[in-house]
């Protein structure tokens, strides 16, 4: 990081500490900036930047009529697991979670929003007491297990795949004549993610031996199997956003009736410009994705995160946006902001995580339109 940047950032945290005497409700960022290090310019410290520029941006925007708010800006110390925080005389304390959490006794704490990592989230949860609540916003690793007072906004891993296997279940009890083709790519996330989609499909009540493991490596005759015109209307389900395999599938699919064919993956494969998008397009396409849709058509809080950062395309900007209203507006169920949707769940004794992902189908005669995910029976 640049010594103009550090500066910058140190003031930040000066003028947070400075301001955290009001006698008002805090919310405290805790956040990688990696004030310690001069040198790198490394993603955590581009990504604790963006994420703070649009978070500070929502706190200022929006017209919000609950408790005042001040905003404590601590950095995080990644490679020590401590909290860094600069002290009214200009130095630096440095202390590990459950310091900084005793620390905070005196001061109504309500939110500690990061770090990044699962691990320091959990370990700041695991010493809060029962008006303070951590939220980390990123990691999609969270265990809430045993932490009441932690938050995982970020869907969990894998749940992308679960809800594509609810669909397909839902979807082969419908048209029994149907078949589900899914790609093993010989991988341990390969492994992982069957593991997901074959547990959706189960709990819906679908019948897995009914699901076909094809081998999905691109030199495994992907294009010729995968080509062949049985005429047995078939999902080809390719859970990874591996590009080649999923471009030597769209070869083979061309030689397929669209009427008999869909293609099933995830939201990188579908966005990715390394793909032919007439191959890609030509037969009806269903994916799932953690973002929503249509953040990118927010004009009005795109133009408020580009006069705060300078680089209104920024994704964690916008995820810090939209972490800062998800916790104004405080739904207790299910909330729709601009970059995610918010549908939460709880373990007993445990926190609350994150259930919201999106699925949509494309059909080159309807366009794009939202499926609602398959509830449980």
């Known amino acids: 990081m640049g010594l103009l940047r550090t500066a910058s950032i140190y ?3 000066a003028t947070a500490y400075a301001a955290s005497a009001q006698g008002r409700v805090h919310w405290a960022l805790v956040l990688p900036f990696q004030i310690q290090n001069d040198s790198t310019g490394a993603n955590p410290q581009r990504m604790a930047t963006e994420f703070y520029s649009g978070f500070k941006a929502a706190l200022d925007s929006v017209n919000y009529s609950g408790d005042s708010i001040t905003l404590d800006i601590y950095d995080f110390d990644e490679a020590m697991g401590r909290i860094v925080s600069i002290q009214a005389d ?3 304390l440095s202390q590990s979670p459950k310091e900084f959490m005793q620390s905070q006794d005196g001061q109504v704490l309500r939110y500690v929003i990061g770090p990044f990592r699962a691990e320091d989230s959990e370990a700041l949860a695991l010493h809060a007491n029962p008006s303070t609540y951590v939220i980390n916003p990123v990691s999609r690793d969270v265990s809430v297990t045993g932490l009441p007072q932690l938050i995982a906004s970020a869907p969990k891993r894998y749940l992308e795949s679960e809800s594509l296997g609810r669909l397909a279940a839902k979807d082969f009890i419908s048209r029994p004549n149907s078949r589900t083709v899914l790609f093993d790519l010989g991988d341990k996330n390969s492994q992982l993610q069957h593991r997901a989609f074959f547990k959706g499909f189960t709990q819906f009540g679908g019948d897995s031996t009914k699901v076909q493991i094809w081998d999905g490596r691109p030199n495994a005759n992907l294009v010729e199997r995968v080509g062949r015109d049985d005429l047995v209307s078939t999902r080809f389900v390719l859970l990874d956003d591996k590009v080649l395999s999923a471009a030597r599938i769209l070869q083979g699919l061309r030689q397929r009736p669209a009427s008999q064919t869909e293609f099933w993956t995830v939201s990188n494969t579908v966005n990715s410009p390394s793909l032919d998008a007439f191959l890609l397009l030509r037969q009806p396409i269903v994916w799932v994705q953690t973002d929503r849709l249509e953040f990118a058509s927010y004009d ?5 995160i580009h006069r705060a950062l ?7 900007a916008w995820l810090g946006y939209d972490t800062a ?9 299910r ?3 601009p970059r995610r949707s918010y ?3 709880s373990e007993p004794q445990g926190g609350a995580y994150n259930k919201a ?3 949509y189908r494309y059909d080159p005669k309807q366009g794009v339109n939202s499926v609602p995910i398959p509830a449980l029976p």
């Open 11 to 13: 003031l930040l945290l």
């Open 325 to 333: 209203l998800m916790l104004l507006v405080n739904e207790p169920g």
């Open 90 to 92: 200009g130095l630096k």
């Open 300 to 304: 009005a809080v795109d133009e408020q």
């Open 335 to 337: 909330y729709t902001g």
């Open 357 to 359: 992902v999106e699925l």
């Open 310 to 316: 300078g680089d209104s395309k920024s994704r964690w």
């Open 343 to 345: 549908d939460w769940g």
